[in-house]
C-alpha cells in the first residue's frame, strides 16, 4: 500500500464531462414512487463533500488507488467465465477487467473519474449508485467496495443496496465493502474530525442532510492525513495530534456561538459515526485556477502551507460492527451468503434469490 507510483497527467484527448455517457434513470417497477424519489435526491452533504470533492482530486486520488484488495480480487477471479460483473461507485476502475474471463461495466458519479475510466477503455459511464441506469437482471455479479459510507442517510445507504440487488440476475452475487468504526488502528480514528451530534441535529436538513453553510464563509478545521497511499510516513510524523487540536470550531451562524465539532465525552466519541476524512492535494497537483482555488475561495477547501496541500473534507459515515448486516436484511430478494471484517472494513456478500 506504501508503493512510490506516479502518474501521468490527463491528456488532451481526454473527453469533457458533457462528453461522458449518462443513461436515464431506471425505475425499478415495484418501487413506491414517492418514497423512491425522495431517496433519490442528493443531500447537499453529499454534493459538497463527497461529489464535488473527488471531482477536485479525482487525478490524485487515481494515482493513488493501484493496490487491489484480496479479498475482492478473490471474489471477481472466483466468478464463472464469462460472466457481466457491475461495479457500482468504480472511481478510476482499478477493478475493472482484473478477471481476463469476465466482462466489466463500470459507474461513478464523479465524471473526472468516469474520464479517467474512459482513457483506460474502459467500459463506464456516470450514474448514481441509489439510481442505477441498468434494467433489472442485467449482470451476473456486482460490486460496491467503498461506496456505501459515502451516503449520508440510512434510507439512501438501503436503496443503494437495493439497486445492486435488482441489477444482478437472480442467484447472482453482490459484494460490499464498508469503512468500519471498529479500525485496527484506533489511533486514525482520533485523527478524523468527527461531526458533533449537536451539529448533527441543530444543522441537519431532512433525512441525511446536513446544513450547508454560506459558500462565502470557511471553516478552518485543522485536520491531519489518514495513513493511505497518500501519505508518507514524514507527513505522518509532522501531523498534529487530537489533543493538539480545539476542542471547538466557530461556525458562522446568527449568534455566532461556536458549535463543538467533536465531542470530550469517551462514551459519544465510541458511538461516533459521522466523519469529516482529510485529503490532502500537493500544491504541485492542484490547480492554479480552476476547482481548487474555487474551492478555497468559497470556503470548501483550505491551504495548508505547512503541508504543501490543499485540503478537502470528505464525508463517511462509518459502519459499526453488524449495521451492514442490518441494513441489507431489510433488502427483499436477497440473503446473505458471507460476511468478514477485512482491512479495517465491513464486507459481506449477497446472494440474489428472487426478481
Same mark, same amino acid.
Given at each position: 500500500m506504501k508503493e512510490e507510483h506516479i502518474d501521468e497527467p490527463l491528456g488532451s484527448s481526454a473527453i469533457s464531462p458533457e462528453e461522458l455517457p449518462v443513461l436515464p434513470p431506471i425505475v425499478a417497477g415495484n418501487v413506491?414512487?414517492?418514497?423512491?424519489?425522495? @431517496?433519490?435526491?442528493? /443531500? %447537499? +452533504?453529499?454534493?459538497?463533500?463527497? !461529489?464535488?470533492?473527488?471531482?477536485? +482530486?479525482? /487525478?490524485h486520488f487515481s494515482s493513488t488507488r493501484f493496490a487491489k484488495w484480496p479479498k475482492v480480487q478473490a471474489f471477481l477471479n472466483s466468478l464463472p467465465s464469462g460472466s457481466?460483473? *457491475?461495479?457500482a461507485g468504480c472511481g478510476n476502475g482499478k477493478y475493472l477487467g482484473l478477471n481476463p474471463n469476465c466482462y466489466f461495466v463500470g459507474c461513478d458519479i464523479s465524471a473526472p473519474l468516469i474520464n479517467i475510466c474512459s482513457d483506460k477503455g474502459h467500459e463506464v459511464l456516470v450514474a448514481d449508485a441509489v439510481n442505477l441506469p441498468?434494467?433489472?437482471?442485467?449482470?451476473?455479479?456486482?460490486?460496491? +467496495?467503498? @461506496? *456505501? !459510507? !459515502?451516503?449520508?442517510?440510512?434510507?439512501?445507504?438501503k436503496k443503494a443496496v437495493e439497486e445492486l440487488v435488482r441489477i444482478v440476475k437472480t442467484g447472482g452475487l453482490v459484494l460490499i465493502t464498508v469503512w468500519a468504526r471498529e479500525q485496527e488502528d484506533n489511533s486514525l480514528v482520533n485523527k478524523w474530525t468527527p461531526l458533533t451530534q449537536k451539529y448533527l441535529e441543530e444543522e441537519w436538513i431532512g433525512p441525511g442532510s446536513p446544513r450547508t453553510r454560506s459558500p462565502? =464563509? =470557511?471553516?478552518? *478545521?485543522?485536520?491531519? #492525513? %489518514?495513513?493511505? %497511499?497518500?501519505?508518507?510516513?514524514?507527513?505522518?510524523? !509532522?501531523?498534529?495530534?487530537?489533543?493538539?487540536?480545539?476542542?471547538?470550531?466557530?461556525?458562522?451562524?446568527? =449568534?455566532? %456561538? #461556536?458549535? /463543538?465539532?467533536y465531542s470530550t465525552n469517551k462514551k459519544s466519541s465510541l458511538c461516533q459515526q459521522e466523519y469529516f476524512v482529510p485529503w490532502h492535494l500537493p500544491y504541485h497537483r492542484a490547480e492554479v485556477s480552476g476547482a481548487s482555488s474555487n474551492a478555497v475561495a468559497n470556503g470548501f477547501a483550505r491551504k495548508d502551507d505547512k503541508k504543501g496541500a490543499v485540503v478537502y473534507d470528505r464525508y463517511y459515515h462509518v459502519f459499526s460492527e453488524g449495521e451492514l448486516e442490518r441494513v441489507v436484511s431489510d433488502v427483499e430478494g436477497a440473503i446473505i451468503v458471507d460476511r468478514f471484517y477485512d482491512k479495517s472494513n465491513w464486507c459481506i456478500i449477497l446472494e440474489k434469490t428472487s426478481s
Open positions: 413506491k414512487k414517492g418514497s423512491s424519489s425522495k @431517496v433519490q435526491v442528493t /443531500p %447537499e +452533504i453529499e454534493k459538497k463533500y463527497v !461529489h464535488r470533492v473527488y471531482d477536485a +482530486i479525482a /487525478p457481466l460483473i *457491475l461495479d441498468y434494467r433489472t437482471g442485467y449482470g451476473d455479479a456486482a460490486i460496491s +467496495i467503498a @461506496v *456505501l !459510507h !459515502h451516503l449520508s442517510s440510512e434510507s439512501r445507504r462565502t =464563509s =470557511s471553516i478552518a *478545521l485543522e485536520s491531519i #492525513p %489518514e495513513t493511505e %497511499e497518500t501519505v508518507s510516513g514524514e507527513q505522518l510524523k !509532522h501531523s498534529s495530534s487530537a489533543d493538539e487540536r480545539s476542542n471547538e470550531i466557530k461556525l458562522p451562524n446568527s =449568534s455566532n %456561538e #461556536p458549535f /463543538p465539532l
